[in-house]
T-cell receptor
């Protein structure tokens, strides 16, 4: 498995501002993933963060709104920019486990409320 | 559009019974299948994965896969109140990144003491 931490665990922000979420993995991984879970909904993949290259965004998500950094093999950040109340969600990062399987393990999540 | 379908529930079972959770997926070429448990207010926790047709058992949990029917299920034997959670089915579709998962909307399971 992988041990993943995220900061902050929760935040309340004003509309129009930006929040950067940090994700740390306890082992080196090639890919990290950012998901959004809106209230009462399942997980939706925002983007794949690749070390050494630009993040790959899913349909409906754009870099200007959700810029991602991946400075090394254990760390990534997701910024939620120019926030609106519709961005209120739980944001989760994940990473593959060790051992050669394609399993993914999740961090504890960041609960974001935008007023 | 790759889809993963689950009955949203809620599924209510008495303590000690078998809980059966079902999931269907749209892409016949899918290779990897996962079950996650998510307690309210917590992040998803991986409990089972299965790659081959048939059954895979781990303690009280059994994952069943039928690729011909595009169907994967999770059985929980001797259900306990602590099993009460939302169970998410996830499928790794083969196109693009090997690690890109698509999740179903989850089934809420309630185990009654």
């Amino acid at each position: 498995s992988a041990v993943i931490s995220q900061k902050p665990s929760r935040d309340i922000c004003q509309r129009g501002t930006s929040l950067t979420i940090q994700c740390q993995v306890d082992s080196q991984v090639t890919m990290m993933f950012w998901y959004r879970q809106q209230p009462g909904q399942s997980l939706t993949l925002i983007a794949t963060a690749n070390q050494g290259s630009e993040a790959t965004y899913e349909s409906g998500f754009v870099i200007d709104k959700f810029p991602i950094s991946r400075p090394n093999l254990t760390f990534s950040t997701l910024t939620v920019s120019n926030m609106s109340p519709e961005d209120s969600s739980i944001y989760l990062c994940s990473a593959p486990g060790t051992g050669g399987t394609d399993t993914q393990y999740f961090g504890p999540g960041t609960r974001l409320t935008v007023l | 559009q790759k889809e993963v379908e689950q009955n949203s529930g809620p599924l209510s079972v008495p303590e000690g019974a078998i809980a059966s959770l079902n999931c269907t997926y749209s892409d016949r070429g899918s290779q990897s299948f996962f079950w996650y448990r998510q307690y309210s207010g917590k992040s998803p926790e991986l409990i089972m994965f299965i790659y081959s047709n048939g059954d895979k058992e781990d303690g009280r949990f059994t994952a069943q896969l039928n690729k011909a029917s595009q169907y994967v299920s999770l059985l929980i034997r001797d259900s306990q109140p602590s099993d009460s959670a939302t169970y998410l089915c996830a499928v790794n579709f083969p196109r693009g990144s090997n690690y890109k998962l698509t999740f179903g909307k989850g089934t809420l399971l309630t185990v009654n003491p």
